[in-house]
């Protein structure tokens, strides 16, 4: 009996190894797995693909990457999702597309993985995620649909986010002595004054281009200036007195830009920077991994960086991509392991490092990072004003964003009158918003 026992005790003290060994690494049932990601052409991508082989040497999961343009990467996801078995098992998405796919029920809620115990890592530590990416990106179902409250869910995790940043010529700015706008009366002081200072340079680049580039300039401004595109009933309020004021600041700033400045979408702005044809910028945060690259930019050790200057509040955007599981992916609990190494202190540290954007407050606090990237740490502070709602994610936005950047070209171009072109705005988006049911509790 007594060689039975200690039979049995030796048996059961091996099983319990055995056991505790896997359980060691969650990683181990997965060893083999070929993930295959969709992601888009991006800077931050960009860095992902540097750091992907440490993924799968940690985890012994391979990666597949199906790197696309984000409009074609759209377009392909939208065929794969209403797919009964999709070829990806983790997509990137542009935030605007949040709520067209949990509206049509294609992405996963988040809370089933990061409940199992042998999937969700204890030391991941959500708190440490930036909130306004988080409410903004990956959070729908709460307040107003698309926001954080106790109807709300985690459909994905902010990943290649942006906020907005004032990048200036630093020489410029000392060779006029010249103070660093905190405001938008002293910005807009300074966008036309530039010009006269240095004849053919531009005061501020800006997006200006027919449909989401003139857009996403206008919202810019919207938000620290007071503004939104509705009330808390949905009433269009985009044409009220901060919404002219927006649309005036925005034409001020194109008028007295760099040459070409009516037709600039994202990249041409970045480029008159980049080229030295203008003073300032005021944009996403994920620019300024450019400015400082050789091959990129001839302004190389010129420019500095603040907040986004305040209006009646600070304000500045939030913006870019999430990474999410998709329902019918083949493979979700090994792309619910990449999700959270990508994301976690670890991983987010290993991209910002390749010249990624980083996800956690950590790492724009962290000391290498800060090394590496002096500015990480003034865009660290800009987050404490990261707005999640200074555009509406509702499934209707397309419309109604397209027929604002519409308007706003031909008031930047064609001179149409700004209260004129957003009153038509705010009519033809209340026809939408009715026709889609947004009135129907009234």
């Not at 760099?258 to 480029?271: D, I, L, T």
């Not at 976690?344 to 910002?352: P, Q, R, T």
């Amino acid at each position: 009996m007594l060689n039975l026992a200690k039979t049995i005790a030796l048996t059961a003290a091996a099983v319990t190894l055995t056991v505790g060994a896997a359980l060691a690494n969650p990683y181990a049932p997965y060893k083999g797995t070929t993930l295959v990601v969709n992601f888009p052409a991006h800077a931050h991508y960009d860095a992902v693909r540097k750091v992907l082989p440490q993924f799968t040497k940690e985890t012994g999961i391979g990666v597949e990457v199906d790197q696309l343009q984000y409009q074609k990467m759209r377009e392909k996801q939208t065929l794969e999702l209403t797919k009964s078995k999709g070829d990806y098992d983790l997509i990137a998405y542009v935030v605007f597309s949040k709520a067209d796919y949990v509206f049509a029920d294609q992405i996963e809620n988040l809370a089933r993985f990061f409940m199992n115990p042998k999937l969700a890592d204890p030391n991941y530590d959500p708190d440490d995620l930036i909130q306004g990416y988080l409410e903004n990106i990956g959070v729908a179902g709460g307040k107003k649909g698309y926001l954080p409250g106790p109807t709300g869910s985690l459909f994905g995790i902010p990943y290649g986010a942006e906020t907005s940043v004032f990048g200036y010529r630093k020489d410029i700015f000392e060779k006029h002595n010249l103070k660093v706008p905190e405001t938008y009366d002293e910005l807009l002081d300074l966008v036309c004054k530039i010009p006269q200072l240095e004849p053919g340079m531009g005061g501020l680049a800006s997006r200006a281009a027919s449909g989401h580039q003139a857009s996403h300039a206008f919202l810019l401004h919207l938000a620290p200036l007071g503004g939104r595109v509705f009330d808390d009933n949905w009433n269009p309020i985009v044409n009220n007195a901060a919404g002219v004021q927006a649309a005036e600041a925005l034409k001020k700033i194109v008028d007295c830009g760099p040459e070409g400045s009516k037709s600039f979408g994202f990249s041409e702005a970045a480029n008159a920077f980049l080229q030295g044809n203008t003073a300032m910028f005021l944009d996403t945060s994920i620019f300024s991994g450019q400015v400082n690259d050789p091959e990129k930019s001839k302004v190389v050790g010129k420019v500095g960086w603040a907040l986004h200057p305040a209006g009646v509040r600070r304000g500045s955007q939030t913006g870019g991509f999430g990474i999410a599981i998709p329902k019918n992916a083949q493979h979700k609990e090994a792309a619910f392991l990449l999700m959270q190494w990508l994301t976690s202190k670890h991983g987010d540290k290993l991209v910002a490092m390749a010249g990624g954007n980083p996800s956690r407050y950590s790492t724009h606090a962290d000391a290498d990072v800060n090394a590496k990237f002096p500015h990480m740490k003034t865009f660290g502070e800009a987050l404490k004003y990261a707005d999640p709602d200074w555009r509406p994610i509702i499934p209707v936005w397309g419309k109604i964003n397209a027929d604002l950047g519409t308007t706003m070209s031909k008031i930047l171009t064609e001179g149409l009158d700004i209260q004129e072109g957003l009153d038509g705005v705010a009519m033809r988006a209340k026809a939408i918003m009715e026709e889609a049911g947004y009135y129907s509790w009234k």
